[in-house]
């Protein structure tokens, strides 16, 4: 595909409108927004007025006087229709981590009975670590298996089936409606993790029957670096279920400062401590970047560009790379991985030339396209830029192999 023949896909791109509510630096290739999003244009206003108008002047007289109270669920009801859910069936609150220790805890402290946390291989670790702190904690077993092999390994000995819907290196997509029917066959309950998923490709929580999920806040959803992340339970278990991580501000009447514990009704159980409002108000402006966009359209734009950046890569330097993702397109989310023995360094030989997306050790170059910004000129560009840099071999140099970075 020429750079002409991909405008004229941007020029009929639906989604095109919402390009202009970001701000991103000229000539830069942003291909990293399924990592950190990018910075949308509403966000230092909105910051920028919670902080002086309504913190500034207003101090603690806000809570009532601005809302800040019901922030989380208030911000939370916008992630409805990307996550199809009900809007009190969710809340935003702490970080992802938290919120599935929270959800995957409650999950299993519903199913006394049961021994077992069933979650995959190779998950992202966050995933792995708060599953073996939880098994360890409440004497549980937790088993990991490898990816195609979780629906079948869902007994009676399940408590719940945790994983993430959208793996973080692959792309590959877990089938929620299969998962989770064969979960609730056995009588277990599901947690998924939408960090990879949200923003990227349509969901249906309600729909495809999850019991509960979380997810990040600074992915797709752009609302900015350590956003609080977002968490839903579904309708049927919200006043059955109990949060391990209990706090005032989930007790059901926290200014009456009572000594006992008393489970607030439905979704406000699973706030543990106070919100952070600034992290909300920059996680709204990321929210309303969604605005009159229908997922559909975002979804369909994530695999074409994805299948263009395959495609095109494939085309010019195969030879160097090895694609780690499904070929399938409707098996993959919204990023692209490729692997190649000096990934490190072809990383950086990337950035250096401004085409920005990361890497993960040993061996993968992750590519995350965020429909909402990222155009079809970028993706051919960033094809042609990768395969100049592999064909010159102009990676091969020190200062792209020095590993002292964090990311
Ligand atoms: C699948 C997945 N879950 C969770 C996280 C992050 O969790 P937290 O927001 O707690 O850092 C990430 C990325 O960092 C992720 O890729
Ligand atoms: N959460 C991150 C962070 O705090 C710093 C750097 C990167 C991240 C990430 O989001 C990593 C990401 N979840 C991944 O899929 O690799």
New binding site residues.
């Given amino acids: 595909m020429t750079r002409e023949e991909a405008e004229q896909l941007d020029a009929a791109d639906p989604l095109a409108f919402a390009r202009e509510r970001f701000i991103l630096p000229e000539n830069l290739i942003y291909l990293d927004g399924n990592?950190l999003g990018a910075l949308p244009r509403a966000v230092p206003a909105m910051l920028a007025d919670t902080a002086e108008r309504q913190w500034g002047d207003d101090l603690i007289g806000s809570w009532n006087k601005h809302g800040w109270i019901d922030w989380p669920t208030r911000v939370a009801a916008k992630l409805s229709p990307i996550v199809g859910a009900q809007t009190h069936e969710l809340l935003i609150a702490d970080?992802?981590?938290?919120c599935?220790f929270k959800l995957l805890g409650a999950a299993a402290h519903a199913r006394p009975q049961r021994k077992t946390i069933l979650t995959q291989q190779r998950?992202?670790p966050?995933?792995l670590y708060v599953a073996q702190g939880l098994a360890e904690m409440m004497g549980l077993q937790l088993k990991a298996v490898p990816a195609d092999e979780v629906i079948g390994a869902i007994d009676a000995d399940t408590a719940a089936v945790t994983l993430?819907h959208v793996d973080?290196r692959s792309a590959s997509i877990h089938d929620m409606r299969a998962v989770n029917a064969a979960a609730h066959a056995e009588g277990a309950l599901t947690v998924w993790?939408l960090?990879?998923s949200a923003g990227a490709i349509a969901i249906d929580l309600d729909g495809t029957a999850c019991d509960l999920a979380?997810?990040?806040g600074?992915?797709y959803l752009n609302g900015g670096p350590?956003a609080p992340?977002f968490l839903f339970v579904a309708d049927r278990l919200q006043n059955d279920l109990q949060s391990p991580l209990q706090g005032w501000m989930g007790h059901a009447d926290p200014f009456a400062f009572e000594d006992d514990y008393r489970p607030a009704r439905a979704i406000n159980r699973f706030l543990t401590g106070t919100p952070s409002i600034l992290g909300l108000a920059a996680l709204e402006a990321g929210l309303d970047t969604f605005a009159d966009v229908s997922m559909r359209d975002v979804e369909a734009k994530a695999r074409i560009l994805s299948q263009i950046f395959i495609d095109e890569v494939e085309m010019r330097c195969g030879a160097e790379v090895r694609l780690e993702s499904p070929r399938d397109p409707r098996e993959r989310a919204s990023h692209v991985v490729f692997a190649h023995a000096d990934a490190y360094a072809v990383m950086q030989a990337l950035i250096d030339r401004n085409v920005i997306g990361d890497f993960r050790a040993p061996t993968l170059m992750r590519f995350g396209f965020a429909p909402l910004y990222n155009t079809h000129a970028q993706v051919v560009a960033a094809a042609e830029i990768l395969a100049d840099i592999l064909i010159a071999r102009s990676w091969d140099q020190p200062r792209f192999k020095d590993r002292a970075k964090v990311t």
């Fill in positions: 990592s970080s992802t981590s938290v599935l998950n992202f966050t995933d993430v973080y993790d960090s990879h979380v997810g990040c600074y992915k350590g992340a």
